[in-house]
């Protein structure tokens, strides 16, 4: 099994953090790894769902269920094979216009890719920062809300 944490403070309102990481649609402008997500309506718990990432130069289907729903607070996902990860991403509020997102990955990949384990996570570190410094930028740039 391998751990991969990462955090990044973002200067917008935890509600409008919460509300932008959650609406799926939004992942693929800021994930470097998902090309397209469906899923079976709101996101909220036990809502299940199908990622098609790249990985390398392969396109693979990953699916995905929310195990923990606590707005705005936490939002767990547990996924399936290959790699069966669980991502809990938490939000903290710093202050009124402050927000920690922490996100910690437990990968526990299954078969052959178990061998893969420490390169999986060092890219996984690699990716999670380049995806939430792309979210902090994304959503500071954006105009803040007139009801922050």
């Given amino acids: 099994m391998a751990q991969i ?6 200067n917008r309102p935890v509600a409008t953090v919460w509300e932008y990481l959650t609406d799926l649609r939004h992942a693929k402008d800021w994930s470097s790894e998902v090309l397209d997500t469906v899923y079976s309506g709101p996101i909220q718990l036990g809502a299940t769902g199908v990622d098609t990432r790249r990985w390398g130069k392969k396109e693979v289907k990953w699916d ?14 547990t996924y399936g094979p290959p790699l069966n990860a669980i991502a809990d991403f938490k939000f903290e509020s710093s202050s009124a216009d402050m927000t920690r ?7 526990k990949p299954s078969g052959w890719w178990r061998l893969l384990t ?3 996570a060092a890219e996984g570190r690699k990716a999670d920062l380049a995806q939430f410094t792309k979210v902090k930028s994304i959503l500071e740039q954006t105009a803040p809300s007139s009801d922050s």
Avoid: E, N, Q
């Avoid at 944490?5 to 973002?10: A, E, G, M, N, P």
């Avoid at 997102?101 to 990968?107: G, P």
């Fill in 5 to 10: 944490v990462t955090s990044v403070d973002i």
């Fill in 64 to 77: 995905w269920k929310v195990t923990g729903y606590d707005p705005p607070r936490l939002l767990s996902l």
């Fill in 101 to 107: 997102v922490i996100c910690a990955t437990s990968l």
């Fill in 118 to 120: 420490p390169m999986i």
